[in-house]
């Protein structure tokens, strides 16, 4: 059965990075692209980016273009998300999902809190 | 970038009842919708892909419906496990973006 297992929950501080993990079985991991979505205490979803891990081409939305850096590893099928200059207001739960092309996020990690704060 | 307004915020409802809830994209989509079920703590799930296609396992009481901008997922009769929250997603175009959610609760 597909599986994809996250990071544990991070702290950091204003201006630090933060790395999130995805490891990915129970599928070809270079069939389907890695999504990253995120969601802040209380409030809905939000598509930060997707890799393609065949290609290694990525594609991030632009709130968080230059801050965002998205790559895969295909001999630990794992994907990562980093995050650099962390704000208060990137508290939030980071979510990595699979899809192919354009269709819907059809499997989603468990999440990893990542926490902001001095 | 194409925004997903779903209708309505929140709604109260028991078990039993028929539940609609609306979103509306912002230019046309085609078919390029898709519905998530999300708990409190957990991760979303898919329930609906592609406006109407019942994702496999997800009970048949769940259907989905609509084309271009409007659409609509309805839950026939509201289960206790179906008090959640509910968005729609559309992946016609980059940045994929979803709806604001709707509530579910019991009234």
């Known amino acids: 059965q597909v599986q994809l297992v996250q990071s544990g929950a991070e702290v950091k501080k204003p201006g630090a990075s933060v790395m999130v993990s995805c490891k990915a079985s129970g599928y070809t991991f270079t069939d389907s692209y890695i999504h990253w979505v995120r969601q802040a205490p209380g409030q809905g979803l939000e598509w930060m980016g997707w890799?393609?891990?065949?290609?290694?081409?990525?594609n991030y939305a632009q709130k968080f273009q230059g801050r965002v850096t998205m790559t895969s590893d295909t001999s630990i099928t794992t994907a990562y998300m980093e995050l650099k200059r962390l704000r208060s207001d990137d508290t939030a739960v980071y979510y990595c999902?699979?899809?192919?092309?354009?269709?819907?996020?059809?499997?989603w990690g468990q999440g990893a809190l990542v926490t902001v704060s001095s | 970038d194409i925004q997903m307004t779903q209708s309505p915020s929140s709604l109260s409802a028991s078990v039993g009842d028929r539940v609609t809830i609306t979103c509306r994209a912002s230019?046309?989509?085609?078919?390029?919708v898709h519905w998530y079920q999300q708990k409190p703590g957990k991760a979303p799930s898919l329930l609906i892909y592609s406006a109407s296609s019942l994702q496999s396992g997800v009970p048949s009481r769940f259907s989905g419906s609509g084309s271009g901008t409007d659409f609509t997922l309805t839950i026939s009769s509201l289960h206790p496990e179906d008090f959640a929250t509910y968005y729609c997603?559309?992946?016609?175009?980059?940045?994929?973006?979803f709806g604001q959610g709707t509530k579910v609760d019991i009234k």
């Open positions: 230019q046309s989509i085609t078919t390029y």
């Open positions: 999902a699979t899809s192919w092309a354009v269709g819907p996020f059809d499997y």
């Open positions: 997603q559309q992946t016609y175009s980059i940045p994929r973006t």
């Open positions: 890799i393609n891990p065949n290609t290694e081409i990525t």
